[in-house]
């Protein structure tokens, strides 16, 4: 069956320094693939999405590139800030008529000043 | 646009009592399911339901029931709660004519069984 795997947390980070979170998959098909944060006491945002090989997704300084040949969908930023301490979820869709997500198990972001 | 509701936002429960969690969605999405989220577990699917009158199980589906009636609401029952069944449900939704199955969700319910 389909499943994600991404770096377990947490990770600290000082105000400024680059984040990789790491995200593995295994599907059957062509996955589209996700990453959703949530803030504390909140539910899940989508932060972005990739739905095919060699597309990134982007938003708020987050990336991240569907790579096909790895199976990743590793997130990145170049600097993070106090406000994205959150926790972040990557995920699949298998397509084909499975509407259904599957979620990595998450990593807590905290980034101090 | 509301987008997914959930109430309450807080529950306790005593071992054996029954409840139910609402959700319900303004966007005329088919596709609704329920996540349950547990520490170092992520999210996993409860149940799921691709349009009214239609349901199916998810990973975990033991415990709990839905039912469909209308394309708004996509209520989870608890018949017996359980102290296992502690947890923070989310209810979703997404519209896949739109390609992407993108979810939408809710802010959760947390929920205490004692």
């Known amino acids: 069956g389909d499943s994600v795997t991404q770096m377990e947390g947490p990770v600290t980070l000082s105000e400024e320094a680059f984040l990789t979170i790491n995200c593995t998959y295994t599907a059957t098909g062509y996955p589209s693939l996700f990453w959703y944060v949530q803030y504390p006491g909140e539910g899940l945002q989508l932060l972005l999405k990739a739905t095919k090989a060699d597309d990134k997704g982007s938003n708020k300084g987050f990336e991240a590139t569907y790579r096909k040949e790895t199976t990743s969908f590793h997130l990145e930023k170049g600097s993070v800030q106090v406000s994205d301490s959150a926790v972040y979820f990557c995920a699949l869709a298998s397509g084909a008529g499975s509407y259904q997500l599957t979620f990595g198990k998450g990593t807590k972001l905290s980034v101090i000043p | 646009n509301a987008g997914v509701t959930q109430t309450p936002k807080f529950q306790v429960l005593k071992t054996g009592q029954s409840m139910t969690l609402q959700c319900a969605q303004d966007m005329n999405h088919e596709y609704m399911s329920w996540y349950r989220q547990d520490p170092g577990m992520g999210l996993r699917l409860i149940h799921y339901?691709?349009?009214?009158?239609?349901?199916d199980q998810g990973e975990v589906p033991n415990g709990y029931n839905v039912s469909r009636s209308t394309t708004e609401d996509f209520p989870l029952r608890l018949l017996s709660a359980a102290p296992s069944q502690t947890s923070v449900y989310f209810c979703?939704?997404?519209?896949?004519?739109?390609?992407?199955?993108?979810?939408?969700f809710g802010p959760g319910t947390r929920l205490t069984v004692t």
């Open positions: 979703a939704s997404s519209e896949p004519g739109q390609g992407s199955y993108e979810q939408y």
């Open positions: 339901s691709v349009g009214a009158g239609i349901t």
